[in-house]
């Protein structure tokens, strides 16, 4: 069975908070693309029904690129991407591990994905498991 707890986060200024339930071994994808690595963005993978915002979407901004499939949501007023809809799962959210709080680095097992060349890798990308 898979232990699974409650983590919550938000943006540097605290006007969005969310709370994810998430496995107790916090697996994330360190992704190369253009965006992720321009903001450090350390990708923890859950279905879109284990993340529920608690407060903020009258904070939140939608920025789209490319595709337009992923759905990156920053907070307005501080500019920080907590959490987004991502391409390679548009069924889910993809939330920064850097903003749970109380995790630390140690906390994480931290996979490379080359997103980069992004067709040539998504089938590489592990399915939402629940």
């Not at 943006?11 to 965006?35: K, Q």
């Not at 939608?62 to 548009?90: E, M």
């Not at 889910?92 to 992004?118: K, Q, Y």
Request: glycine share 8%.
């Amino acid at each position: 069975m898979t232990i699974v707890r409650t983590l919550e986060g938000g943006c540097h200024c605290g006007r969005v908070r969310f709370e994810v339930d998430a496995p107790g071994t916090l697996e994330v994808t360190a992704c190369n693309c253009s965006i992720c690595s321009m903001s450090a963005f350390l990708h923890l993978i859950v279905p879109g029904e284990d993340f529920r915002l608690l407060r903020g979407a009258d904070a939140l901004t939608t920025y789209t690129f490319n595709t337009g499939t992923a759905q990156h949501l920053f907070c307005r007023h501080c500019g920080i991407k907590s959490f987004y809809v991502p391409r390679s799962h548009p069924d889910g959210f993809s939330i920064n591990a850097r903003c749970l709080d109380s995790v630390r680095a140690e906390d994480l097992a931290v996979t490379s994905f080359d997103g980069r060349n992004w067709e040539q890798n998504v089938s590489k990308l592990s399915p939402i498991s629940d």
